[in-house]
DNA sequence: AATTGCCACAACCGCCACCGA
DNA sequence: TTCGGTGGCGGTTGTGGCAAT
């Protein structure tokens, strides 16, 4: 959306004046301003930049116009499938901690994914009539939405393949994060993973020793603390491992053996095809017709309740 | 054609942590 | 140690666009 762009400056009987204070929409004329004052300037010190820039702006303003919506490396446009596993991995490690998940999208705002998550996940929660964080919503994703978001993907990379897939900047943000340094967590199975090659499925992931940023990231969705989504029968780097590519599976192992370590669980297993051994979807979820979170691609009349999926495969759950 | 309701997104608000004086 | 300024973050609200009626 490009509202601001497309708003005629001269429209501005809906700003609200605060004192000598400008709020509602900005400009295209604000936008220039902020613009070249940052090019010149910088960023950084916005309370005065706002001022040196003859922005009558609050110094947060100008701050989130530049972040959200002005920088230059933003990354226009609706959130991909490849994003869109991300975001449902991410989150459901790391909760609402918006800015932690974005950093791991390049070109992707905390308020954007923020948004996405509301207008879309939390749609999709509600028109199942249960809660986000409840352990069913996240089964759902778990079993229907991602694998389907992963059959989108293999598709879309089948048909179009490119050296450097959206998969592969995946790898490229999970592997290279701060928080799971390289040495420490990358196992030796993986290398020439980001080339697209496989991994050595037949080694298990070696054991990690000592803990990680992860084990003190609050969880604050699920009140159960930081929790692999994966069931525990396979593992999720499995599921990764043959759904996605090699890169994305190996990092998605690599996180969620960490966690795992934390809470004295075996290590994921590599090798297991997902694709050819696929999880024990309960009965009713390939009938559900969830595909992903896109506009328009849930049908809520056409699915069953949350109640009757749990009640009909209770020892799923 | 007009109205209504929903959706997506930009922007704001309140709180908190950090930092320097 | 305290305090004010600043910036970051998550939650919430306001608004334009659009589809349905």
Redesign the pocket.
């Known amino acids: 959306?490009?509202?601001?762009h497309?708003?005629d400056s001269s429209?501005s009987e809906?700003e609200?004046m605060?004192g000598d204070l400008?709020?509602?929409?900005?400009t295209v004329e604000e936008d220039i301003l902020l613009v070249n004052y940052i090019a010149a300037h910088g960023e950084?010190?916005?309370?005065?930049?706002a001022r040196s820039a003859g922005l009558k702006?609050?110094?947060?303003?100008c701050?989130?116009?530049w972040?959200?919506?002005l920088r230059p490396d933003l990354r226009r446009g609706?959130?991909t499938p490849q994003e869109q596993l991300l975001i449902l991995e991410l989150h459901s490690r790391?909760?609402?901690?918006?800015?932690?998940?974005?950093?791991h999208l390049p070109g992707r705002?905390?308020?954007?994914i923020?948004?996405?998550w509301?207008?879309?996940v939390q749609?999709h929660a509600k028109q199942l009539k249960c809660d986000v964080n409840s352990q069913q919503f996240k089964d759902v994703m778990r079993y229907l939405w991602m694998p389907r978001l992963v059959e989108r993907i293999q598709a879309a990379e089948a048909a179009q393949p490119a050296a450097d897939t959206p998969l592969s900047w995946q790898h490229d943000v999970l592997y290279e994060s701060p928080e799971l340094p390289v040495d420490a967590c990358w196992p030796a199975e993986y290398d020439g993973a980001a080339d697209g090659q496989l991994p050595n499925t037949s080694s298990p992931v070696p054991e990690q020793s000592g803990t990680t940023t992860m084990s003190s990231s609050p969880s604050?969705d699920s009140g159960t603390g930081a929790q692999p989504i994966w069931p525990a029968a396979v593992d999720g780097a499995e599921w990764f491992t043959t759904a996605c590519d090699a890169s994305s599976a190996a990092a998605m192992c690599d996180t969620n053996q960490l966690i795992l370590q934390e809470q004295q669980q075996a290590p994921c297993q590599l090798g297991e095809a997902w694709t050819s051994e696929p999880l024990p979807v309960p009965a009713g979820f390939a009938e559900l017709g969830v595909a992903d979170f896109e506009?328009?691609s849930f049908d809520v009349d056409s699915i069953w309740s949350m109640d009757d999926l749990w009640y009909t495969q209770p020892q799923f759950v």
């Open positions: 959306m490009d509202m601001a497309e708003r429209s809906e609200v605060a400008r709020r509602g929409p900005w950084g010190r916005w309370n005065s930049l702006r609050t110094g947060k303003s701050r989130l116009r972040l959200n919506y609706s959130i790391w909760g609402n901690r918006w800015s932690k998940i974005a950093q705002t905390d308020n954007e923020k948004n996405y509301r207008t879309r749609k604050t506009i328009g």
